[in-house]
């Protein structure tokens, strides 16, 4: 199933209209119409916050081989992994990560706090001059997270 129906259903499950969604989102009712069309897809930030306002996992809305909200998403009882548990305990804490070789980011070994996590994927803030930017971050790029004492 495509991007665009997996919101649209999960939108209506949550009676929610496209002017609703739209105005959560901060974005017009037609950015809506044309992410449930498969006409646009909505960028990578967005995503994290349409599953979180659907109460649906990331990886539900971005992988065309899940049919249910709850496929690769937490059981009913929690985390189903310790990594999950890991990440999700991990939130608000600063880390330094290191990447795969064939990972292109600019975060390795930089002091990042993780804001959110949601199945395979991790935002994090980081400084970059003056101003604090976040980035998404798939969890299959990491090697190793190491935790820092807040102060540092």
Aim: aromatic share 8%; with cysteine.
């Amino acid at each position: 199933m495509k991007i665009g129906k997996k919101i649209a259903e999960a939108r209506k499950k949550k009676n929610l209209t496209q002017e609703q969604l739209a105005e959560l989102m901060a974005v017009t009712r037609q950015t809506v119409s044309r992410w449930e069309l498969n006409l646009a897809y909505p960028e990578m930030e967005k995503v994290v916050k349409l599953a979180s306002l659907l109460k649906v996992s990331c990886d539900y809305l971005l992988n065309d081989d899940y049919e249910s909200p709850t496929d690769g998403a937490e059981s009913a009882g929690g985390p189903r992994n310790p990594v999950t548990r890991l990440l999700l305990a991990a939130k608000g804490r600063l880390v330094r990560m290191q990447f795969t070789d064939e990972a292109d980011y600019d975060l390795y070994n930089k002091l990042c706090t993780i804001v959110e996590f949601d199945g395979m994927w991790m935002k994090v803030e980081y400084t970059k001059g003056k101003a604090t930017e976040s980035r998404l971050v798939p969890i299959s790029a990491i090697t190793s997270l190491k935790f820092e004492k807040e102060g540092k």
